[in-house]
């Protein structure tokens, strides 16, 4: 049977090609009353010590692949997690895309209903000449003076990354994510990388969605863990590397509700090294219409 591609995840596959015993001595009998037991509910120190303290994310000594794990278990929830019953999703992105020879810089604002019709809105900075390019702060006020393209879509067209629902189980959303039979070679690791931003980019993941992608990014082969950085919009996230196939990813995750702040790609060892992606996603949520976005982060 031919295995139909998802036109979302065609484009991106193109693009990337104790307990404690006390001992009484066994002399006199006291004649001291016994202690009588705790019924306040007040944790006694022994109760304490037994309880294995909390581990975080930015723990000590942790690998990558643990911290993504403690992450997804640990996850809070955003406010657009209480908003699931609201008919349309909406996803603010700004993005410095790799285009032959120049870099496209787009800011993207999407509505999208569940039955495939939405609308975008698109302003366009001015295309940058070579790929040798590192996005910088001040880019993102150019977004603010460029004239917006309005583009609506009839139901059915605009389509998600991944159809809904998104699997459960890490092992099922990564083989939709990247090709199983590509697991033993060098690209996998860039391609499930990659298939893990264009999720979160393409379509709104409410809580248990996050944590398996998390766990699908834990899973990946050589994901290293660089400590906390801050992405161009000034938020301060986790950064997670995958350098396979020429080219080293960079996603940075909040450190609190797992969502995907910033991801970014950059071409190396090519004829044309530099930036390959980055993306900014600002907003995400749910509204009851076409235009009403939710408030930017």
């Given at each position: 049977?031919?295995?139909?591609?998802?036109?979302?995840?065609?484009?991106?596959?193109?693009?990337?090609?104790g307990?404690?015993?006390?001992?009484l001595?066994?002399?006199?009998?006291?004649?001291?009353?016994?202690?009588?037991?705790?019924?306040t509910?007040?944790?006694?120190?022994?109760?304490?010590?037994?309880?294995?303290?909390?581990?975080?994310a930015?723990?000590d000594g942790?690998?990558?692949?643990?911290?993504?794990?403690?992450?997804?278990?640990?996850?809070g929830?955003?406010?657009?997690d209480?908003?699931?019953?609201?008919?349309?999703?909406?996803?603010?992105?700004?993005?410095?895309?790799?285009?032959t020879?120049?870099?496209?810089?787009?800011?993207?604002r999407?509505?999208?209903?569940?039955d495939g019709?939405?609308?975008?809105?698109?302003?366009?900075?001015?295309?940058?000449?070579?790929?040798?390019?590192?996005?910088?702060?001040?880019?993102?006020?150019?977004?603010?003076?460029?004239?917006?393209t309005?583009?609506?879509?009839?139901?059915?067209?605009?389509?998600?990354?991944l159809?809904?629902?998104?699997?459960?189980?890490?092992?099922?959303?990564?083989?939709?994510?990247?090709?199983?039979?590509?697991?033993?070679?060098?690209?996998?690791?860039?391609?499930?990388?990659?298939?893990?931003?264009?999720?979160?980019?393409?379509?709104?993941?409410?809580?248990?969605?996050?944590?398996t992608?998390?766990?699908?990014?834990?899973?990946?082969?050589g994901?290293?863990?660089?400590?906390?950085?801050?992405?161009?919009?000034?938020?301060?996230?986790?950064?997670?590397?995958?350098?396979?196939?020429?080219?080293?990813?960079?996603?940075?995750?909040?450190p609190?509700t797992?969502?995907?702040?910033?991801a970014?790609?950059?071409?190396?060892?090519?004829?044309?090294?530099?930036?390959?992606?980055?993306?900014?996603?600002?907003?995400?949520?749910?509204?009851?219409?076409?235009v009403?976005?939710?408030?930017?982060?």
């Amino acid at each position: 049977m031919t295995k139909h591609t998802h036109p979302a995840r065609r484009l991106l596959l193109t693009m990337l090609l104790g307990s404690g015993v006390l001992l009484l001595p066994a002399c006199q009998p006291s004649t001291t009353e016994a202690p009588r037991p705790d019924t306040t509910g007040t944790p006694t120190a022994a109760t304490r010590s037994a309880s294995p303290p909390t581990r975080a994310a930015t723990d000590d000594g942790l690998t990558a692949g643990q911290r993504l794990e403690v992450l997804a278990d640990t996850l809070g929830t955003t406010p657009a997690d209480t908003t699931t019953n609201l008919p349309k999703t909406y996803l603010h992105l700004q993005t410095w895309t790799r285009a032959t020879n120049r870099i496209v810089r787009s800011d993207i604002r999407r509505w999208r209903h569940a039955d495939g019709s939405g609308r975008e809105v698109t302003r366009r900075a001015p295309d940058l000449a070579g790929v040798d390019h590192r996005p910088r702060p001040d880019e993102r006020r150019l977004f603010d003076h460029a004239t917006p393209t309005t583009h609506r879509h009839p139901p059915g067209s605009l389509h998600p990354y991944l159809p809904e629902p998104v699997p459960a189980d890490p092992a099922q959303l990564a083989k939709l994510l990247a090709p199983a039979e590509l697991a033993g070679e060098p690209a996998y690791p860039r391609l499930l990388a990659g298939g893990v931003i264009g999720l979160a980019t393409s379509q709104h993941l409410n809580h248990p969605q996050r944590a398996t992608a998390l766990r699908v990014l834990a899973r990946i082969p050589g994901i290293t863990y660089r400590g906390t950085t801050t992405d161009i919009a000034g938020r301060t996230g986790l950064a997670f590397h995958v350098t396979a196939d020429g080219s080293t990813t960079v996603l940075i995750i909040d450190p609190t509700t797992g969502e995907l702040l910033a991801a970014h790609e950059r071409i190396s060892g090519s004829i044309k090294p530099g930036l390959f992606s980055y993306v900014l996603i600002l907003a995400r949520g749910h509204t009851t219409d076409a235009v009403t976005p939710p408030t930017d982060r």
